[in-house]
Structures are given as C-alpha cells and as structure tokens.
C-alpha cells in the first residue's frame, strides 16, 4: 500500500503535500554532514599512507646504497691489505733465509675472523669499526714495509761470513719481556722535557744489570763521554757499531775483541740520567738504525711484535 504523502486543506478545497518536521530536517543535515566527514577522513589518511610510505622507502634505498658504496670501499680496502700483508710475509722469509737460513714462523700473520664479535651489533657500526681498523693497519703496515726495505738491503749488502758480526741479540737479560723498553726515534727528554731525537733506546733495568755484547767486533771506545756516562762502543767491522751507555762497571778496554753474548759491564746511573737503564744504539755507515728491529735472535714472532709496539708507545727517553 502506497503511503499518502498528501493532505487536503478545506480552506483552500485543494491536495498539499506533507511538510517535514524541524527535527527530522535537522538529524538528516546532521546525518549527510558526519557521513561527509568521515569520507573526507577517510580519504586524507589513505593519502598520508601512501605519501609515508614513499618517503619511507626512498629513505631506505638511499641507506642502502650508501651502506653499499661502504661496504664495496672496505672489501676494496680489505683486498689491498692482503696483497701487503702477503708482501710482508715474503719479506720476512727471505730476511730469514738469509740470516738463519730457515723459515720463519708466521703464524702470528694466521688469518682469524675479526667479525665474529660483531653478530649483535649494528651493520653501520661494524663498518665503522672495520674502517678505523683498516686505517690502523695502513699505517703499521705503510710502517713495517719501510722497516723490513732498509733490513733486507742491509742483509743483501753483507757477506755471508761477516753475519756473526750483525747486532742480533739484546744487550741485556729480558726473558719474557720483563723490562720497558723506550724507543728510538722523536722523544721527550727526561731532564729538559724538550722534543730531541732519541738514536738508540732505554732499557729501564735495575742497577748492577749485566751487559752483553751484541754481535763479534774490536771496542772502540772505552770511557766516560758526557751526557752518555760510562759508554762503550764497538766497532763490528761490516758497517755497523753499537753503543751502550751509563754503565757502572766496564769490562772491556780499547782494542779488546769480543764476541757476541761477552760480558762487557753493567748498568749504572753515569751520565746524564734520573734513573738507572742502559741505553743502546745501532749505527750503520754512521747513521742510527732502530735496534729493536735487529733482535731477530733473540726473540720470537710475538715477543717481537710486542716489543716493537711497546717502544714505539713510548713518549719519553730516559737520558
């Protein structure tokens, strides 16, 4: 049945149709506005999504690739310090197939993986890691081929038979590294704090500590010098020469042959000095010479390379 949705009015004698109620005019404005909000809400955050999710994703990829050119340096890198360190290893035999005729023991240079302590830790961070490790390997490795260039054409320079004439042992006792060794090189002086050129190094050792002779040759020198004390030097005949300083006692005199491992006097505190050490020098053809890098004799891979890092982390000198 048809609703009727007019009424007559006897006053005009005509058909009118029905007027809507206030209240019914109002909850259906109320009814098209809410519904028009909510798709217009609707609409806006579907629009937000898809512009955050652009943003997003591009921000992504641009970490990505940067993390990707990062990564692509550092394998660049890694692959360079292969090709050196493999470089040093050659070096390090023929330096010991022409001084002890054998082959060195190089498994302190056993590749192990440096990465394992990583597995928690951020990609960024490992990378940040590895590269500041790379830097220090670049310079200790820019370092030791310099080092090992100037050894080997000193050994390629010498006569088979004059070897036993090398500085190839320490001057004095230091099982397992017991006494610091303080380096050659740039140092702080103890006495007048200024920057001077160190040309040997310090052992700090106790007084009354005996000195030995580090390779065969005929004393030079023998007696007091200032600054150096109580010194001897001995003339090794192939170039090279020693030097050992602050002694308190001095076994030897002017012309006297040694050979190496003699006892030629002990530590004291002579000289220029604040507290008892012997200190010690290597010249070659008169020009000084790193004399950690001739203990080859007398120490081990990793004794060596713990010795080497112990000198050079020293800042001072003790003359």
């Known amino acids: 049945m048809v609703q009727n949705k007019f009424n007559y009015n006897p006053k005009t004698l005509d058909f009118e149709e029905k007027s809507s109620t206030k209240l019914k005019r109002f909850l259906i404005s109320a009814i098209s506005i809410f519904t028009g909000g909510i798709l217009i809400f609707i609409l806006i955050l579907i629009a937000y999504s898809y512009y955050y999710e652009a943003k997003h994703l591009e921000s992504t990829s641009i970490e990505y690739n940067t993390l990707k050119e990062q990564y692509k340096e550092l394998t660049e890198r890694k692959k360079q310090n292969d090709e050196f360190l493999n470089e040093l290893i050659e070096k390090d035999k023929k330096i010991f197939q ?26 960024t961070d490992i990378i940040e890691e590895n590269k500041k490790r790379l830097n220090f390997l670049n310079a200790i490795i820019e370092y030791q081929n310099k080092e090992y260039g100037a050894i080997l054409k000193l050994v390629q320079e010498i006569e088979p038979a004059d070897l036993i004439c090398i500085p190839a042992i ?46 065969d040759g005929v004393v030079e020198t023998s007696g007091s010098k200032r600054g150096l004390g109580n010194r001897i030097v001995i003339d090794h005949g192939n170039g090279f020469k020693t030097t050992y300083a602050h002694l308190e006692d001095m076994y030897v005199f ?66």
């Open 170 to 215: 320490q001057p004095v006792y230091n099982k397992n590294l017991k006494y610091p060794v303080y380096g050659f090189g740039q140092r702080i002086d103890q006495v007048y704090k200024s920057l001077i050129f160190h040309p040997g190094i310090d052992y700090a050792v106790p007084e009354g500590t005996v000195v030995f002779a580090t390779a």
């Open 98 to 123: 022409a001084i002890l005729k054998s082959e060195p023991d190089n498994s302190i240079f056993e590749r192990k993986n440096p990465y394992t302590k990583f597995k928690d830790i951020k990609l």
């Open 254 to 319: 002017d012309r006297k042959k040694v050979k190496r491992g003699d006892k030629i006097g002990n530590v004291g505190m002579t000289g220029k000095t604040l507290i008892s050490h012997l200190h010690y020098e290597i010249q070659f053809k008169s020009k000084p010479i790193n004399p950690v890098n001739f203990f080859f004799l007398d120490l081990d891979p990793r004794e060596y390379s713990e010795i080497r890092t112990q000198s050079s982390m020293s800042g001072l000198s003790l003359d």
